[in-house]
């Protein structure tokens, strides 16, 4: 049977019968950055096809799976790092007091193969004293896939005071990259993580402009400290945050992706873009990102327990093995809305990225609070739809679980910021869920 194809106008038609006295630019909206989201995408609407993939091989594991271990105590975190490698993740990302000095991170990495799991790091401002900590401790391995993930200014952004310049805290990670680039040549150094304008409450465009111009103060730092533009631009990963907008998730990846190939391009040595995105893995592993950091169910309240890391692992495992998400190169390549989404969306960033060098760098916009006052804007405004009904959040505004239950989890420790030295206005993490939590636990007091 032979169907027909029908017309845009044919398409209009019963749009406006089933509209009745609405117009149909009541379908179109507008997000956060003032780019419109249009009911019907068509070979007259998508523009120029858009083709994004990660450089990975479908055979094998298309995506690294990345489990986030966080604790103080050497012990507890070498026995959850061997249970979570033993159950599925590829690799591992620390974060705690263990990363203070190279004695209890070696006790928490005693029996991991570093040359064939990587090893990240999530130290904030510390990153430099946490990196030398980490080269000590894969002595022996100079194959070791040590990752770094040095990122100061998104450190500096979030706590909104550092105990030296931030240009200094910029330059002693450029260093310590330099210093360890020879031992270990499969390593990467640097996080240029966007993460912190997302969990600020920022818009999509926001978060890829952070992202880009990071990456550049990264690069250029590292590149006054001896190393090559290629070098530095290899060890550069790129961090963005995934929530439940699955569509815009991995259009946001994908639209990274075109940026950073310009971006490395303008440093004369092209290289493929590595991105690292937290977390949401299916949005993640359509648009293409290289590693999911795992954050569990309970991470929203404090530190995941075993259950809620398996549970993560489980869930990329379905997408990986059963799915088989990753045996396409580029799944949303060839949809004319998810191409179009890539394209507005990378153009926007790029015209944050073009406005923050704009204002002297990522540096000099955080220190001037230009870059604050914008997340701010964006944070009211997608505050504001929340609470009019005109944007909605599963599971939270709509289809709210009638009885939840409580997950539990380890409290995080509080962290007095290290100030001293240079401040800015902090982009403040936020959690646009809790005031509707808040509403209902208050309704059934």
């Not at 507890?76 to 590829?90: C, P, Y």
């Not at 590292?222 to 815009?248: H, N, R």
């Not at 599963?394 to 995080?412: C, M, Q």
Request: glycine letters at 10%.
């Amino acid at each position: 049977m032979i169907f027909p194809i029908p017309s845009p106008a044919d398409w209009r038609g019963l749009a406006e019968k089933a509209l009745k006295d609405r117009p149909l630019e009541s379908l179109v909206h507008l997000d956060a950055d003032s780019l419109a989201v249009r009911p019907l995408y068509a070979a007259a609407t998508g523009g120029q096809p858009v083709f994004a993939p990660r450089p990975s091989d479908a055979e094998g594991r298309a995506w690294d799976v990345r489990t986030l271990v966080e604790g103080d105590d050497a012990a507890a975190m070498n026995a959850a790092v061997l249970s979570d490698l033993e159950g599925g993740a590829a690799s591992v990302l620390l974060k705690g007091a263990v990363l203070s000095d190279s004695e209890p991170l070696s006790r928490a990495l005693e029996g991991v193969a570093l040359e064939l799991a990587a090893i990240g790091l999530d130290a904030g401002l510390d990153g430099p004293d946490a990196a030398n900590a980490l080269a000590v401790a894969a002595k022996g391995s100079p194959r070791a896939k040590l990752m770094f993930h040095m990122d100061p200014l998104s450190a500096f952004a979030e706590a909104g005071a550092a105990p030296r310049a931030i240009d200094e805290h910029l330059m002693l990670a450029a260093n310590t990259a330099a210093r360890h680039a020879g031992a270990y040549p499969e390593a990467s150094f640097f996080l240029a993580g966007g993460r912190g304008v997302h969990e600020a409450g920022g818009s999509i465009a926001q978060e890829l402009g952070f992202a880009a111009a990071n990456a550049v103060a990264l690069v250029k730092a590292a590149i006054a400290a001896g190393m090559t533009a290629e070098a530095a631009l290899k060890g550069t990963v790129l961090g963005v945050s995934l929530d439940q907008e699955y569509f815009d998730g991995l259009a946001k990846v994908r639209a990274l992706r075109l940026m950073w190939r310009t971006l490395s391009r303008a440093f004369g040595a092209e290289t493929p873009a590595v991105i690292e995105a937290r977390s949401a893995g299916y949005a993640g592993a359509v648009g293409g990102a290289d590693a999911v950091v795992l954050d569990g169910l309970s991470r929203a309240n404090g530190r995941s327990d075993a259950f809620a890391r398996r549970q993560a692992r489980n869930t990329q495992a379905v997408l990986m093995e059963e799915a088989q998400l990753g045996r396409v190169d580029d799944p949303a390549a060839g949809s004319w809305f998810l191409d179009a989404r890539t394209r507005d969306l990378a153009e926007a960033g790029w015209a944050e990225f073009q406005r923050i060098e704009g204002e002297g760098g990522l540096v000099v916009a955080l220190r001037t609070g230009d870059i604050q006052d914008r997340v701010a804007a964006a944070r009211a405004e997608r505050e504001m739809a929340l609470a009019s009904g005109a944007s909605q959040l599963v599971g939270v505004t709509k289809y709210v679980d009638p009885d939840p239950r409580a997950a539990p989890f380890e409290a995080e420790p509080a962290r007095s910021p290290q100030a001293g030295g240079d401040a800015c206005d902090p982009l403040t993490p936020i959690r646009l869920a809790a005031p509707f939590e808040t509403q209902k636990w208050e309704a059934g007091q």
